[in-house]
């Protein structure tokens, strides 16, 4: 189907429509490489939600692999409303944070407060009452007024450390989800993690305790280790393993799923007419060989799905009235944003001898020499002005040592060793920090056919 590049009006509300179907698939969209540990976690969580057990658990897999994603998945999918306490290593950097981040979710959870009229302090967290460090992120003074819920009171500081035993004991289970989870076993003597875990393994189903999970969420393969000998002890050891895709077909699979999203506008005959205009787009789109080389490009650089979904969402919203199917180039150009700068984009400015220098440094290192001078490349460059009649340079001039200057003021060229008095200027060592691949690209956009001949021959 040939596709015009303005839209009728009447259809100008299912653009609309259907962005936004798309941004939802985004943030709904899976991994079926995680399945199995999504099966595992929910029966995990089926047992403390249904059955009122303790459990414990960690979530391991690379940043990027949906972690997150699987277990606010398996939170999502379940019948019950338990009360979740999530945590992260990053902001609760010591126990006592973390105390009173539970302290306060379950304040406003709960609607009320606990441990208010507690008069005994528990042993677990000795020293307790030592003033915190300071911290100097925070914007507001030390003696400020701490921001609270209207009309819930938080306990004491002292009576914090009792909360951990009261959890299995509220009116829903509780699960508790530990954001890198490895930096919370770098706190001191591990007494959260011991307290926690604890009360999960003297819980016991009965009609007295509600249930309680301990998810712990890392990206640190050797988590477990860290744990001292009695933490240890206490945990379950069942461990979660999350990947990202691993084909470049999953990709594909996901660009096409997010992209062939069904929207409705409220009018059924638009909306049957703009799935078959919108349908031969994504077809069009996804059979675009600039679009399957630049997946293919990042793919190979990263696994990560949240990099795709920058991506696509950088497509969605070029998609207008005026523009209303999604173009190979936006995709391209969004790929081209997110990569890092390429350090030396001038490469192809550089002149005839400049770039005579670069190929000869190549050469250098080919031939098991990283460290060169001046009058190494010198040499390698005067025989191949030799043996090349389209070589508009002299070999006696001052072109090429200006040349070999201007890379030094460049920094494509930055000293091996430390200049001395006692070694002349032409025999100053240097190493090139610019990669093959670099130069040989900028070698094909030259067009000169004896330096791609020359460059070929350094193997």
Same mark, same amino acid.
């Given at each position: ?13 299912? =653009? ?11 943030? @709904? ?8 540990? %999504? ?19 960690? =979530?391991?897999?690379?940043? &990027? ?10 939170? +999502? ?6 009360? $979740? ?7 609760? %950097? ?31 967290? /000795? ?10 992120? #925070?914007?507001? !003074?030390? @003696? ?18 009792? #909360?951990?035993?009261?959890? !299995? ?21 591990? +007494? ?30 050797? *988590? ?12 379950? &050891?069942?461990?979660?393993? *999350? ?71 950088? $497509? =969605? ?7 209303? %199917?999604?173009? /190979? ?19 192809? *400015?550089?002149? %005839? ?43 006696? &001039? ?34 090139? $920090? ?26």
């Amino acid at each position: 189907m040939r596709l015009n590049g303005t839209l009728p009006a009447h259809l100008h509300p299912c =653009v609309t429509a259907q962005k936004r179907a798309m941004l939802r698939s985004l943030h @709904d969209v899976g991994m079926t490489t995680n399945d199995i540990a %999504y099966q595992q976690l929910t029966n995990l969580l089926t047992g403390t939600l249904s059955r009122g057990e303790g459990n414990s658990c960690m =979530v391991l897999g690379p940043c &990027g692999s949906g972690k997150t994603k699987l277990v606010e998945r398996c939170l +999502s999918d379940i019948n019950e409303s338990p009360i $979740v306490l999530r945590l992260s290593g990053w902001i609760q %950097y010591s126990d006592r944070l973390a105390m009173r981040e539970i302290a306060h979710q379950l304040a406003q959870q709960t609607g009320s407060s606990f441990l208010s009229n507690v008069d005994d302090v528990t042993e677990s967290f /000795p020293h307790q009452e030592e003033e915190e460090e300071a911290n100097p992120f #925070l914007d507001t !003074p030390p @003696d400020a007024v701490p921001v609270t819920v209207p009309g819930i009171s938080l306990p004491p500081s002292s009576h914090l450390p009792a #909360l951990i035993s009261i959890l !299995p004991t509220l009116a829903r289970p509780t699960v508790v989800i530990l954001d890198a989870f490895d930096l919370f076993a770098l706190h001191p003597r591990q +007494s959260l993690l011991y307290c926690l875990l604890d009360t999960v393994q003297s819980c016991r189903a009965s009609p007295s305790t509600k249930g309680i999970a301990v998810i712990g969420v890392t990206s640190r393969v050797d *988590t477990i280790q860290l744990l001292e000998k009695r933490v240890k002890s206490r945990f379950s &050891g069942r461990t979660f393993r *999350t990947a990202a895709p691993q084909q470049l077909e999953d990709w594909v699979k996901i660009t096409k799923t997010v992209l062939s999203s069904k929207c409705t506008s409220g009018d059924h005959d638009n909306d049957d007419e703009w799935q078959i205009l919108w349908q031969a787009a994504v077809d069009k789109f996804m059979s675009a060989k600039t679009l399957l080389n630049a997946l293919n490009e990042t793919f190979s650089i990263t696994r990560d799905v949240r990099m795709l979904k920058k991506l696509i969402t950088m $497509v =969605v919203t070029h998609i207008s009235p005026r523009s209303p %199917y999604p173009l /190979p180039t936006h995709f391209t150009d969004a790929a081209t944003l997110q990569r890092a700068r390429p350090r030396f984009p001038f490469l192809y *400015t550089l002149s %005839y001898p400049a770039l005579c220098l670069l190929i000869a440094s190549i050469h250098a290192d080919t031939a098991g020499h990283p460290v060169f001078s001046f009058e190494m490349l010198h040499e390698t460059f005067r025989d191949q002005v030799r043996t090349s009649a389209s070589a508009p340079i002299q070999i006696n &001039g001052g072109s090429i040592g200006m040349a070999f200057e201007a890379l030094i003021s460049a920094k494509i060229f930055v000293c091996a060793a430390a200049p001395t008095t006692t070694v002349v200027k032409e025999f100053i060592k240097y190493r090139c $920090v610019v990669e093959r691949d670099e130069v040989k690209k900028t070698v094909d956009k030259t067009g000169q056919i004896n330096l791609k001949k020359w460059l070929n021959r350094a193997q």
